[in-house]
C-alpha cells in the first residue's frame, strides 16, 4: 500500500504524517525542528522518521508535501524565507527530500496546504471558489480558485493576515499598522487585552485574578473569561470579530467566494469571535456576494499535515 | 468583414463601437441612455443604431458585447441591480439583444470589460495574473487569473472600491464606512478636498479662487492647482494617494499578481497620485510580491467598450 507524507514544519515542532489519498492519517509523529541546524539535517533527521513510519506500516511512500510558515516559491520547492525558521534562506526543499527518497515532493505556504486539506476532506471540493483564513498567532490565508489551489505570481497569494483593515491602526509584527493579524491572530488578541486591561487598571475584570502576570494572558483563557460573562474579555473578543469581519468582507468583495473557511486555534472561541463577523458580513449593502458566501469553521484543527498530503498526491497522480 | 460591438452603458450616454478582433475601433457612436425608459426600449434603440453603424461600414456583427455599472450576472447575461440604471432591475440583456440580432451576446460589469480590454490589447495577455482598478467617479475592478476574467461565484468578484482601508473612515456613498472608493474614486477626492477647505476657511489656497462655488471644484482643477504648487490640492491627492497605496498593497497581497493595472480618468492626475501610492508600496515589510508587481497606468481612457466587444469575440471563436 502506498501513503504520502504530510510534514508541517513549526518553529518548534514538526509534525510528520503518512496520509492515504483520501486523506485519512495512518501514522502520525513529531519531531523538534531545531532550526539552528541546517536545513540538510533537518530533512535527514524528517527522512530517518519517515523510513521508520512507513516500515511500521508496512507502507510505500508516494509523494511528499511540506508547509512551511513562510515565503515559499512552490514552482521550484523553495523556501525563500520564514521569520520562524530565519537561518534557512533559500533552501530548495524539493531538491532535499527527493535526493532522500526519490519520489514527488510539493513544498507550499503552511496556511496553503491547510486549506488545501479542509477544502478536500471537509468541504469535498464541492465549492469551486472558496477564501480560507488560518487563524492562530498571526493570520494565514489560502485561496481556491476554480477547485485549484491559487497561488499567484510567486506563491505569495493568500497572504491574508497583511491585509490592512485599519490604517494606521494596531501595530502588526510585520512592521506595519492595522493588519488583520494584528487584531484577529492571537497574538494580536492577546495584545488587545493586555492593552485594555492596563489603560483602565481599576476596571475589574475576572482576568486579573486568571492572571496575576498579564503576560501569561491566553487566548484560551480570554475565551473562559468571556463565557463566564466577564466584560473585559467579551470586548476584546467583540473587537477582534468586528475587524475580522471587515477584512473577511473586503475577501469577499474581491474574491466572490461560496466559501469563507475558517480554520485555527483561534477559531476555537465560537460565537464570541463569529457573532460580530457575522452581524458584520449580514449589514453589508451590495447583498448578492454576502448573499452566497457561507463562513464555515472547521472544528479540525491537523489540517497542515493533510493538506501537505493530499497536494503531494496531487502531483503523484 | 465581421465587426464586434462593444456596448458601454453610463447612466447618461452610451458608447457604442465596432470593433476588430484585435481591438482596433472602427465606428464609434453615443446616444443617450435614458434610464427612465424601459430597457427594452433601450435595447431597440441601441440595435436600431448598430443597424446604421454597420451598414454604413458594410460589416457583419459576429458578437455583442455589454458593459453595465452595476450587479451583473455575466453567466445569464443578466443585470441584477445598478444604483445610476435603478429602473432597470433583474433585466436580461442577453435575450433582448441577440432574440434581435441572432448573435451570442456577453454581459459584464464594466470595470471587468475595462480591464479586460486593456489586458488584451495594452499587456498583450502577457502577465498571467493582474488585478485592473478603474478610478471614475467611484472605484471599480476586474481580476485576471491565470489569462481569464475572474468573475467569482455570482459575478461579483473585483468588488475593489468597497474594500475598507481604514474602518470608520471616509463615508461612501454605498453606506459603509473607510472604502477605497471613499477616497480614490473622484467623487470622494473631491468631497476631502470640499471638507478641507472648509474645516480651514482661512487657509490659503487656489482653489478658493478657482471655486467661488465649493460644489464646482473637480479633479481637474484640483490636479491643475496642485501642478500649480497649491498646498491644500496636493495635500488632498496626496491623502488619495496613500489610501490607494494600502489598497492596492492588501490586493497585491491576497492576489499577487504581476501587474497591477489603473485605468480611468482620476489617473490623469499622474505622479501627484501615484507617487505616494509607489512610495506606500516600496515600503512594504513584505518584499517579494511587491517586488514582482509593476504598477502600470493606462493613457487610454476607452476601454470599456474594447473589452466589452473583445469579450464578445471570445464567445464567438
Redesign the interface.
Known amino acids: 500500500m502506498e501513503i504520502s507524507v504530510g510534514i508541517d514544519v513549526g518553529g518548534t515542532l514538526t509534525k510528520v504524517a503518512a496520509v492515504t489519498a483520501q486523506g485519512r492519517i495512518l501514522a502520525e509523529a513529531e519531531i523538534p525542528t531545531k532550526p539552528g541546524q541546517s536545513p540538510s539535517e533537518f530533512v535527514a533527521r524528517v527522512v530517518s522518521r519517515l523510513h521508520l513510519m512507513t516500515s511500521e506500516l508496512g507502507c510505500e511512500i508516494a509523494g511528499v508535501g511540506l508547509g512551511l510558515a513562510g515565503?515559499v516559491d512552490s514552482e521550484k520547492g523553495v523556501l525563500?524565507f520564514a521569520p520562524s525558521l530565519s537561518g534557512w534562506k533559500q533552501f530548495n526543499f524539493r531538491q532535499a527530500f527527493s535526493r532522500h527518497l526519490k519520489r514527488p515532493v510539493e513544498v507550499d505556504n503552511d496556511a496553503n496546504l491547510g486549506v488545501w486539506g479542509a477544502y478536500v476532506v471537509e468541504l469535498k471540493r464541492k465549492?469551486?471558489?472558496v477564501v480560507g483564513l488560518a487563524l492562530g498567532t498571526g493570520v494565514g490565508?489560502g485561496?481556491v480558485?476554480d477547485g485549484k489551489l491559487?497561488?499567484?505570481?510567486?506563491?505569495?497569494?493568500?497572504?491574508?493576515g497583511?491585509?490592512?483593515?485599519?490604517?494606521?491602526?494596531a501595530p502588526c509584527r510585520?512592521?506595519?499598522k492595522?493588519c488583520l493579524e494584528a487584531y484577529a491572530g492571537s497574538y494580536g488578541i492577546e495584545r488587545q487585552a493586555r492593552e485594555l486591561l492596563e489603560a483602565k487598571p481599576r476596571r475589574p475584570s475576572l482576568l486579573r485574578r486568571m492572571y496575576p502576570d498579564l503576560a501569561k494572558l491566553d487566548c484560551a483563557g480570554l475565551d473562559r473569561a468571556a463565557r463566564q460573562g466577564d466584560a473585559v474579555a467579551r470586548e476584546v473578543w467583540e473587537t477582534a470579530g468586528r475587524?475580522l469581519g471587515?477584512g473577511i468582507?473586503?475577501?469577499v468583495?474581491?474574491?466572490?467566494?461560496?466559501v469563507v473557511l475558517i480554520l485555527g486555534g483561534v477559531s476555537r472561541a465560537g460565537g464570541l469571535l463569529f457573532d460580530p463577523v457575522r452581524r458584520h458580513l449580514a449589514a453589508?449593502?451590495?447583498r448578492?456576494?454576502f448573499?452566497?458566501?457561507s463562513v464555515r469553521v472547521s472544528k479540525r484543527h491537523n489540517w497542515g499535515c493533510i493538506g501537505a498530503a493530499l497536494l503531494a498526491w496531487e502531483g503523484v497522480a
Not at 510567486?154 to 491574508?160: F, N, Q
Not at 497583511?162 to 491602526?169: A, I, L, Q, R
Open positions: 515565503d525563500r465549492p469551486r471558489n490565508g485561496i480558485v491559487f497561488r499567484g505570481a510567486t506563491g505569495s497569494a493568500g497572504e491574508i497583511h491585509v490592512v483593515v485599519s490604517e494606521g491602526g510585520c512592521g506595519s492595522g475587524h471587515v468582507a473586503s475577501l468583495l474581491v474574491l466572490n467566494p461560496e453589508q449593502p451590495f448578492t456576494p448573499a452566497k458566501a
